[in-house]
């Protein structure tokens, strides 16, 4: 399992778009996905899952990736946020 945190950038947060945009990237690896806000966990698979955490800009999120293609599973995730989640 790797894992590393990130912060929200993108003012708006994890609305639909953007949830769309990260669920999109996640779903291309055959690994676990998912992130960790507080003492919550969301599923980064699952749109219903990643709208239902209510991520905020500027909110802390730790990443977590288990599987065969786990550590290119992180680097993208973390890229894609990273970037803005295209807006």
Same mark, same amino acid.
């Given at each position: 399992?790797?894992?590393?945190? $990130?912060?929200?950038?993108?003012?708006t947060?994890?609305?639909?778009?953007?949830?769309g945009?990260?669920?999109?990237?996640a779903?291309?690896?055959?690994?676990?996905?998912?992130?960790?806000?507080?003492?919550d966990e969301?599923?980064a698979? &699952?749109?219903l &899952? $990643?709208?239902?955490?209510?991520?905020?800009?500027?909110t802390?999120?730790?990443f977590?990736?288990?599987?065969e293609?786990?550590v290119?599973a992180?680097?993208?995730?973390?890229? $894609?946020?990273?970037?803005?989640?295209?807006?």
């Open positions: 399992m790797v894992h590393q945190k $990130v912060i929200v950038k993108n003012p947060g994890l609305h639909l778009r953007p949830a945009v990260l669920c999109n990237e779903v291309k690896y055959k690994s676990r996905v998912y992130f960790r806000y507080g003492d969301a599923n698979k &699952s749109v &899952s $990643v709208l239902g955490a209510c991520i905020k800009c500027g802390e999120l730790e977590e990736c288990e599987g293609d786990e290119e992180l680097a993208a995730v973390v890229a $894609v946020v990273e970037s803005g989640l295209g807006e």
